[in-house]
Antibody, heavy 120, light 108 residues
Framework: QVQLQESGPGLVKPSETLSLTCTVSGGSISKYYWSWIRQPPGKALQWIGYVYYSGSTSYNPSLKSRVTISVDTSKNQLSLKLNSVTAADTAVYYC??????????????WGKGATVTVPS | SSELTQDPAVSVGLGQTVRITCQGDSIRNYYAGWYQQKPGQAPLLVMYAINNRPSGIPDRFSGSRSGDTASLTITGAQAEDEADYYCNSRDRSGDHVLFGGGTKLTVL
């Protein structure tokens, strides 16, 4: 059974870079599109971007200038970097396993989430 | 529009049927996925590719699509179905992923 675990600092200072890692266990990172999604307190889910196991990426246009998502297949890990953070980036950050088809993209395995706070 | 619109809140009586909708231009070309999120928990995929349920999801959950609107129907709602529900799809370009704003379902 595939499990995902997010890890990283819970507190990031304004203007610095948020860095999170997602470790995939119980299965291979290959053949899937791995997403990062965030959820500010009391708000909706927001897709940040995804990375294919080959390394190709797609980012939310609203965050593209600040986001880098990468994959390390040797470690079965993916990572998220979001630079120049502000209080608006305070959220629970999830990683999820995604399947991209001709007509769909859905995420069937999610991590428990990592809370990241950027003080104002 | 590059957005997915959901009703903010819906209520249903215990054992009754409720439909949760997700409207957006991209739904005409792409299938919606549906996620259930309970307080303090990660989202759970409950429906994908119009009407496909992942293993372990009760068959009281069903999905459909008409034009620019995808729907998730719960037939015989149970107390444990009370949660926030989010839809997602690819955007009109197909290059990015969208989430709806979520629907809070209350089971009375």
């Amino acid at each position: 059974q595939v499990q995902l675990q997010e890890s990283g600092p819970g507190l990031v200072k304004p203007s610095e870079t948020l860095s999170l890692t997602c470790t995939v266990s119980g299965g291979s990172i290959s053949k899937y599109y791995w997403s990062w999604i965030r959820q500010p307190p009391g708000k909706a889910l927001q897709w940040i971007g995804y990375v294919y196991y080959s390394g190709s990426t797609s980012y939310n246009p609203s965050l593209k200038s600040r986001v880098t998502i990468s994959v390390d297949t040797s470690k079965n890990q993916l990572s998220l970097k979001l630079n120049s953070v502000t209080a608006a980036d305070t959220a629970v950050y999830y990683c999820a396993r995604g399947t991209l088809g001709v007509y769909h993209y859905y995420m069937d395995v999610w991590g428990k989430g990592a809370t990241v706070t950027v003080p104002s | 529009s590059s957005e997915l619109t959901q009703d903010p809140a819906v209520s249903v009586g215990l054992g009754q049927t409720v439909r949760i909708t997700c409207q957006g231009d991209s739904i005409r070309n792409y299938y919606a996925g549906w996620y259930q999120q309970k307080p303090g928990q990660a989202p759970l995929l409950v429906m994908y590719a119009i009407n496909n349920r992942p293993s372990g999801i009760p068959d009281r959950f069903s999905g459909s699509r008409s034009g620019d609107t995808a729907s998730l129907t719960i037939t015989g709602a149970q107390a444990e179905d009370e949660a926030d529900y989010y839809c997602n799809s690819r955007d009109r370009s197909g290059d990015h992923v969208l989430f709806g704003g979520g629907t809070k379902l209350t089971v009375l």
